[in-house]
C-alpha cells in the first residue's frame, strides 16, 4: 500500500528545483514511513487483529489438511503397505495436495483482497493528516519511504499520534 504519489517525473522536478528552494532558510522537509504506519497505528493493528480473527477458521481447515498430508506420507513411506493400500493413499494424497494448494492460493486471495479494502480507511486517513500537517506546520515537501532520512525529518510519530486519536 503506498499514499497518494503525484509520480516519478513531478518529483524529479521537485528535486531538481530544491537547490534553489533549499538555500531559503524557510524550506521544510518532511518525511513519512508508510510501513511503520500500517504496523503501528492503532487502527491498523486492529484491522490486522479483525483479519486474522475472520480468515481464522480458513487456515485451521489448511492446517487440518497438512495433518492429513503428513499421515499419509507416514503411511506411503512403510514399505510392507499392500499395493491397493498404495495406490488409495496416493490417489487421496494427490487429491489433498491440490486442494490444499487451491484453497491456500485462494485464501491468500481473499486475504489480500480484504485486507487492502479494510487498509484503505487507514490509508486514507492517513493522507488527510498529513496533508493538514503540511498546511498547519507549512511544509514545502513531505517524502514518504526513502532509502535514508535524517531522523529529524520524520513525521511519522505525529501521523501516528494523530491515527490512534
Same mark, same amino acid.
Do not use: C, H, W
Given at each position: 500500500?503506498?499514499?497518494?504519489?503525484? $509520480?516519478?517525473?513531478?518529483?524529479?522536478? =521537485?528535486?531538481?528545483?530544491?537547490?534553489?528552494?533549499?538555500?531559503? =532558510?524557510?524550506?521544510?522537509? $518532511?518525511?513519512?514511513?508508510?510501513?511503520?504506519?500500517?504496523? %503501528?497505528?492503532?487502527?491498523?493493528?486492529?484491522?490486522?487483529?479483525?483479519?486474522?480473527?475472520?480468515?481464522?477458521? @480458513?487456515?485451521?481447515?489448511?492446517?487440518?489438511?497438512?495433518?492429513?498430508?503428513?499421515?499419509?506420507?507416514?503411511?506411503?513411506?512403510?514399505?510392507?503397505?499392500?499395493?491397493?493400500?498404495?495406490?488409495?493413499?496416493? @490417489?487421496?494424497?494427490?487429491?489433498?495436495? @491440490?486442494?490444499?494448494?487451491?484453497?491456500?492460493? /485462494?485464501?491468500?486471495?481473499?486475504?489480500?483482497?480484504?485486507?487492502?479494502? %479494510?487498509?484503505?480507511?487507514?490509508? %486514507?486517513?492517513?493522507?488527510?493528516?498529513?496533508?493538514?500537517?503540511?498546511?498547519?506546520?507549512?511544509?514545502?515537501?513531505?517524502?514518504?519511504?526513502?532509502?535514508?532520512?535524517?531522523?529529524?525529518?520524520?513525521?511519522?510519530?505525529?501521523?501516528?499520534? /494523530?491515527?490512534?486519536?
Amino acid at each position: 500500500m503506498r499514499f497518494a504519489f503525484a $509520480g516519478a517525473g513531478l518529483l524529479v522536478a =521537485a528535486l531538481a528545483a530544491l537547490p534553489s528552494v533549499a538555500s531559503a =532558510a524557510d524550506f521544510k522537509l $518532511g518525511y513519512i514511513n508508510t510501513e511503520r504506519i500500517f504496523r %503501528e497505528a492503532a487502527p491498523a493493528v486492529a484491522i490486522q487483529k479483525k483479519l486474522e480473527k475472520e480468515f481464522a477458521p @480458513r487456515r485451521d481447515e489448511l492446517k487440518k489438511m497438512e495433518a492429513r498430508a503428513k499421515e499419509l506420507e507416514t503411511q506411503l513411506s512403510r514399505s510392507n503397505l499392500p499395493v491397493d493400500d498404495r495406490k488409495k493413499y496416493d @490417489r487421496e494424497y494427490a487429491s489433498l495436495d @491440490r486442494d490444499y494448494r487451491a484453497r491456500a492460493r /485462494e485464501m491468500a486471495e481473499d486475504y489480500n483482497q480484504r485486507r487492502n479494502e %479494510e487498509f484503505a480507511s487507514v490509508q %486514507e486517513r492517513a493522507n488527510r493528516i498529513v496533508k493538514q500537517i503540511a498546511e498547519k506546520d507549512q511544509y514545502d515537501l513531505i517524502l514518504q519511504d526513502s532509502v535514508y532520512v535524517n531522523p529529524k525529518y520524520d513525521l511519522t510519530s505525529r501521523i501516528l499520534k /494523530e491515527l490512534d486519536k
